[in-house]
């Protein structure tokens, strides 16, 4: 069977955390719930994936691997118990590189309120600096989550009602070392539409959002609403990188840990794992490597890994 870059998903990002307890109750705030809980006590670990899943979420009540926009925690036994276990959140050195998630919401002035009196830190609130359109939560182990509205930020001055069922889990940042070999990566090899171009030059940074469309909908970059989806990916370019050679950024997979993957879903898994063999990819995990044979781990240019799995509502392989 082939396979059709078209039905792939951007299904979950992948974040380590200190104490599930507290992780999960977090995005539970935000207006997530758990839609999936997979225990490996022989490996001492605990995968928790969260999801929008309200009657108003584009998900609703869709298998986890047909979706896009889930979070996934990983928990490894004992580290809650442990008092100098830390996570890296990607925004400072050493181990820089991922950036952020983001929730898109309905009234941004009333959702950060609400945030902010369930007693949750920010790294930037509304009123801080020049850009009074967006927001940073901290999340208990000090991720940074953006907060963008998915209407102008004029409109819902004075709003003073939020609606969590109507949010949504709208994108993963990742900071990539050179924005050409990027987006040529993950538009032709992973198939992804590039939707929106965000230029800074007088701070010398470009961010590109990039997703997969849905099915027979034609986008014209830069012209897409984006804040309205759910499982898109950043890229943030900052100028210069690409001319230092000895230029690198963290995976988060090393030490210090902290992001682990993001994961895209596929329509036949062993066709796509094949497609990728021809297109030459970097492989951090075939499937044919080890004793899990129904997930790949792909690497992008800058050595953040993709894994890759089936999508369980167009072809049935594992039981989770």
Not at 51 to 58: F, G, L, R, V
Not at 110 to 116: L, V, Y
Not at 168 to 195: P, W
Request: aromatic share 10%; glycine share 8%.
């Amino acid at each position: 069977m082939a396979t059709n870059t078209s039905k792939y998903k951007l299904n979950h990002s992948m974040l380590r955390v200190k104490d599930p307890k507290k992780s999960v109750a977090f995005y539970e705030h935000l207006g997530m719930k758990q839609i999936n809980k997979i225990d490996q006590p022989d490996n001492n670990f605990t995968l928790y994936f969260l999801a929008y899943d309200s009657a108003k979420a584009i998900s609703h009540s869709k298998h986890w691997t047909d979706r896009e926009g889930n979070l996934e925690l990983t928990h490894n036994y004992g580290s809650e118990n442990d008092p100098n276990f830390k996570v890296a959140n990607g925004n400072s050195e050493p181990g820089k590189g991922f950036g952020h998630t983001c929730i898109s919401v309905d009234n941004i002035q009333a959702a950060c309120q609400r945030i902010e009196d369930a007693g949750y830190r920010f790294q930037k609130k509304l009123s801080d600096g020049k850009m009074h359109n967006i927001a940073f939560a901290l999340d208990p182990d000090g991720y940074w989550v953006e907060i963008i509205g998915q209407k102008p930020v004029e409109e819902t001055e004075g709003v003073k009602e939020t609606d969590v069922q109507s949010y949504r889990m709208n994108h993963t940042m990742i900071r990539v070392k050179s924005s050409t070999t990027s987006l040529s990566f993950y538009q032709q090899i992973m198939g992804m539409t590039l939707f929106r171009t965000v230029e800074n030059p007088n701070s010398g940074f470009n961010l590109y959002f990039l997703g997969y469309p849905s099915p027979h909908e034609e986008i014209t970059p830069n012209k897409a609403s984006t804040g309205n989806r759910e499982g898109l990916l950043e890229l943030t370019w900052n100028y210069g990188t690409e001319k230092d050679k000895d230029f690198k950024y963290h995976d988060g997979n090393t030490e210090p840990q902290g992001f682990g993957h993001i994961c895209i879903s596929v329509d036949d898994l062993d066709a796509a794992c094949s497609r990728f063999e021809d297109q030459k990819v970097n492989w951090k995990k075939r499937l044919t490597d080890g004793r899990m044979k129904d997930v790949a781990f792909i690497l992008d240019p800058d050595g953040y890994w993709i894994e890759v799995i089936q999508n369980e509502k167009l072809k049935s392989r594992c039981n989770w």
